[in-house]
């Protein structure tokens, strides 16, 4: 079996060489636009199968959609729901890779918690219970084990308010619990599957955006200098995520948006299950308030269609900060204000739309399936699915290039790819390493804790060290302050937290 044989780490030294030997006329096998997690998968697959990449990020990676998710690691449950069977047993099977092997140390077995107030009926909380069941077959079936995401329960109203400090008590019945995956964050998923990409050999190029694309190449434009570099390829693969139909512009989409909201956890007592609340009047939609890192909650999530200009950072309109806020009212002893938002991010969907004579429905019930798009001499497109599925949305797109250019290549083998820093939970117990670190870095949080001068916060109260800051410039790639603030780290989803950082993470780059 093929192993990694270069290094992992990615830097702006990396990229000036790596740019400059492409300049050398050179074909490579396979070029993947778009730095996402669908592309960093795509990346990954095809270099671990013996083909010469290069990916072109015009922007950092995770610029995109993949830094505005849920951070779940869906096991498909809301598919089943609605009579998507196929979509379900493939997120579950996918999960189970993830947490099993790919990335165990970047994912956590994530309590969700549906309180029975009394405006959960009966009847409802039934149906929730029976979603519930049918997601612990789901994990059974994709050989997940209950060690690793225990079997749903019903807990009492004392155990409910335990998890979730600031729900209302108030005729609380109890509530219904079950579990889902989730990682510690999306952009650090990204970043972890381009590097591991990297130390098969793959060119992992940002802010070199593709233009004029073609099925068998491309000019990359190096957006720091502004040349221009016409690259060939054996196979092109559109991995553009909501971009996608700018590069191919027969690739058709129906962009929908997803707001989420950032408080203090302590505003919610600190939870540590998601508060689960039903959507007055939907039937199997939910907002949920998730316990994240950095001691946040994101409170998510909206759906809405979302037409017309692609804008490079979607913005949270006030009607959804409203409908957030409201939602989540329902099941608070206290509710929440305005003023406990501390920031907010919103994504849009790459949904693909399936509807030529559309019937106008709501995005929310539109496919999350993913497709391959050929076009007669045009790149092979990747789109729709979501996070979860990235790997095998990269299969399915690295066999229709391997098929398409005619390319001699190993079989996929990512089912059983670690990425950087992966390993069991029993190994990572043993790392001598504080906890925040393990679960960003896994087994490199040694390598990070080692140098103790450089574990202090990189600014008062925030769970981020100098050496945080240094490793995303040595070893990920991160090219400048915005890269540290808003991907590498998290910091910036919080704009106060973002400006009491920007100078010391600046004076990393001087
Ligand atoms: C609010 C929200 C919540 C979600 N929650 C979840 C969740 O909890 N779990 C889950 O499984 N899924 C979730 N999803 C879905 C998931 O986030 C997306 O399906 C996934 O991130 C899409 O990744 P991508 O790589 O295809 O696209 P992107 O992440 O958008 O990547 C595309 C990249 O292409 C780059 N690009 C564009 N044009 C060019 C060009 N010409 N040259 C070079 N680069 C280019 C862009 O800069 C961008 O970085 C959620 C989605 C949203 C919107």
Redesign the pocket.
Known sequence: MMTPTGSSALNATRRTRELEELGEHTVVDLLV???????AGVALDAASRGLSVVL????DL?????R???????GGLRYLASGNIGIARESAVERNIIMMRTAPHLVRPLPQLVPLLPSVGAAEAALVRAGFLAGDALRASAATPATVLPRSRRLDATRTAALAPAVRRAGLRGGLLAYDGQLVDDARFVVALARTAAAYGARILTRV??RDVTGDGATLHDTLTGTDLDVRARAVVN?????AG??DPTIRLRPSR?THLVLDAATLGNPTAALTVPIPGERNRFVFALPAQLGRVYL??TDEEAPGELPDVPQASDGEIGFLLDTVNTALATPLTRDDVLGTFA????LLDTTASDTGGSTADLSRKHAVIRTEGGPIGIVG????TYRKMAEDAVDAAIEVAGLTARQCRTRQLPVVGAANSAVLGMLTAPHSLVQRYGTEAALLAADLTRMEPIAPGIDITRAEVEFAVSHEGALDVDDVLDRRTRIGLVPRERTLAENAVSTVFE
Not at 62 to 66: D, K, L, P, V, W
Not at 347 to 350: D, K, S
Request: hydrophobic content about 40%; charged content about 15%; proline content about 2%.
């Open positions: 636009i778009g730095g996402g997690v669908t592309g072109a990020e015009r922007h995770a610029f995109g959609t993949s505005w998710s849920s951070k779940l690691v869906h955006e593709a991995a553009a995520g909501v971009w700018r590069v997803g998510g999530l994504g849009l969907r790459p699915g979501k996070l979860t």
